[in-house]
């Protein structure tokens, strides 16, 4: 009897032992967020009020998202992410997969009550008398993420990262909690540009690190900086919560009229594929101790690249997110070069990650280039475009999101926010549908589920149910591999005061502020006036502003005002508003802005609407416009000729020339700079002659073009397009073809080609310029 006790009580010993030996995991909280360590495998994070419990198999921890008490294989971390979302994928239902192929419109933490992105609620009250925390979810998000199962949220501003880092658990807690579990993929459109009259020092930190826009990016002419810049921007954004980043911008600059040439990389296919990819590589690839797979993991951020296949080479130079820009052409046959940053670069990448995962098309039409369907439809209509292009010739498989808005109905020819480009007459669950069968997986600014799941319903009418369950499971699998491969469904949570000590923290700051430096381009140097003398005496003019109009078309008022920071210019130098006792001025400018292309008031003097877009800030004649247009024809016009030949404009900032002149006038021989911050390509022989030295930077700090003017630090960027003689050089490029338009000669001799630019020595020619050179 003693015996069999004693083998009895050896037994429970034995199995406790082993029970205790094979546990791989620990777990600890913080509040209501538990962190689950399995060595050797995945931490996880869950939080307690979403009623998640762990499932156990093997010694090792598993989230029970579903609560079905199994271990299902989208639970199980070991699997790869494509099992994983194949059996996640099977399980859903046609409304939650409608949700998933929902991208959010712009939500603000907290929400405002008024303005372009405000209107939402926290308990039926505006923010600001609701009494609810910043951190809070709107009455609008609790509503898109649980009727209409919708899980990508586009996050524009935040009161600070440890508020993001709060609300982003605030929304994870609720995705866990509901459905199969299924977390948020929140993410984000650029949000490192510099803010100009910050200061920098050593010891700077803010909400974020600031980079100088995309193409002082590219005027670096280094990708080793662009892809240092996606490495850190995807641990900030992993900070603040944001895992998909909606870009890069990887149309080609050819047509220098366009208003967004500034989120390009510029004008160069083989400058931009090369900044293509190592964007993309920075962004997604995660290292080592952070890592899950196939160069994906905790640090690693899903690129969104846009826009295919290549928003640049708008007719007249007029933008696509209004009627009177929708078409892009091509006179100059270059569709194909178009196609290059992403085929060659997004699509190509040195790290393990291999491709961008996720493509946005952009509004335009890209006129008569389907040959197959001989469609003229906005490129996320275009099943040409989409499905047998970019899926099957290019072997594309990923995530395909259309640009915001574009299912919705078209209004005016100058309206903004409906850009449903060739299909105006569908109803919106056509839209829906036609969108679907292109080959495209999700609509971006789209809330509302109701639409997706009546085109469904649609297809089935057409296809059959199986099929079109096949092709909604096609969109769900590429959609949850992008939030597999990030770890979301493993740990989507954060510890604010991990947030706040990586975004913006100082080590970020210095990175990004050494990039602005690089990214700043001399021009011209007469007579060596750069570098000055420090606490020499500056004139520096106010810069006037007329009254205008924005590019969402709302008014902005009359201003005047330092062009810089006053208070850190002098701390390099004397500042005088006296032209008299100045050593010499500084004149800082923009360059020119004339418009979107399109006037209303000429439709009610009768014209057709069309004007000239300008580069010059002295009015301008289009005497050599084309005439007729290349393209045309919209339901709301009874035309087809989009030609603005002999009509005129006027640059509204038109006194930034007389800036110039007038100093030039006041300051006698006495050296004149000028300090242009650019957006796109401008015409230089108005004032160029005036000025002693030009520099030109692309959205940077003031401190940074000051540390250049006083020698701190030699200028080494490279102008990442070519700058026009004259607008009749621009008038009769085309809209499609890099290089080729006859560049301006300044009075020293220097052309302002691709490629130039100077330092304390001279003009510049290194590696750089061998490397990307105009062939």
Known sequence: ???????????????????????????????????????????????????????????????????????????????????????????????????????????????????????????????????????DLTDQQIKFLTEDNLRHVLVTSVESPEI???????????????????????????????????????????????????????????????????????????????????????????????????????????????????????????????????GWGYNSVNAMVKHWPGGGPEEGGRDAHFSFGKFAVYPGDDFATHLTPFTEGAFKLDGDTKMASAVMPYYTISYNIDKVYNENVGNSYSKYLITDLLRVEYGFDGVVCTDW?????????????????????????????????????????????????????????????????????????????????????????????????????????????????KSIVMLKNRNNTLPVEKNLTVYIPKRKLPAGRNFFGMETPASESYPVNIDIAGKYFNVTDDPSEADFALVVINSPESGSGYDRADVNKGGNGYVPISLQYNKYTAVDARDPSIAGGDPLESFTNRTYKGKSVTTQNSNDLKMVLDTRNAMNDKPVIVSINMSKPMVFSEFEEAADAILVSFDVQDQAILDIISGETEPSGLLPMQMPANMHIVETQYEDVPFDMTFHIDSEGNGYNFGFGMNWSGIINDARNEKYTIE
Not at 54 to 83: M, V
Not at 171 to 199: F, M
């Open 164 to 294: 993001a880092a709060v609300w982003n658990n605030n929304v994870q807690a609720l995705c866990e909690g509901i459905g199969l579990g299924i977390p948020a993929n929140n993410s984000s459109d650029p949000r490192h540009r510099a803010v100009s009259t910050a200061e920098y020092n050593v010891g700077s930190a803010g909400q974020i690190s600031m980079w100088p826009g995309s193409l002082g990016l590219a005027a670096t002419f280094d990708p080793a900086v662009v892809k240092l810049f996606g490495d850190i921007a995807s641990k900030e954004y992993r900070a603040l919560g944001i895992t998909t980043a909606l870009s890069p911008q990887i149309d080609l600059a050819t047509e220098p009229r366009w208003s967004r040439v500034s989120g390009t990389f510029g004008e160069s296919p083989e400058l931009s594929t090369d900044m293509a990819r190592a964007y993309v590589d920075g962004f997604q690839t995660s290292g080592e101790e952070t890592a899950i797979a196939d």
């Open 1 to 135: 009897m003693k015996k069999s006790v004693f083998l009895i009580i050896a037994a429970i010993a034995l199995v406790s032992i082993t029970m205790s030996s094979c546990k791989k995991w620990s777990e600890t909280g913080t509040g209501s967020v538990m962190t689950v360590i399995n060595k050797g495998g995945q931490t996880l994070g869950y939080d307690t009020t979403s009623g998640v419990a762990l499932l156990i198999d093997k010694g090792f921890a598993f989230k029970d998202l579903n609560k079905n008490n199994e271990l299902d294989p989208y639970e199980d971390w070991r699997l790869s992410a494509d099992e994983r979302a194949k059996d996640l994928a099977s399980q859903m239902t046609i409304e939650q997969i409608a949700g998933l192929m929902l991208y959010s419109a712009h939500q603000s933490i907290p929400s405002g009550s008024r303005g372009r992105f405000g209107g939402a609620t926290y308990n039926g009250k505006p923010f600001t008398e609701s009494g609810a925390k910043a951190s």
């Open 405 to 517: 808005g574009v299912t919705h109905d078209y209004t005016a020819v100058d309206g903004f926010g409906t850009t449903c480009w060739g299909v105006e007459n569908l109803t919106e669950v056509e839209k829906h549908y036609k969108i679907i069968m292109a080959g495209v997986d999700q609509f971006g600014g789209n809330n509302d589920s109701g639409p997706v799941i009546d085109a469904y319903q649609m297809g089935i009418e057409e296809h059959g149910e199986e099929f079109m369950r096949a092709r909604m499971e096609e969109s769900a699998v590429r959609l949850l591999k992008n939030i597999f491969r990030v770890g979301l469904f493993e740990n989507p949570y954060l510890n604010p005061e991990e947030t706040k000590n990586i975004a913006g923290n100082s080590e970020f700051m210095q990175a990004g502020y050494d990039a602005q430096l």
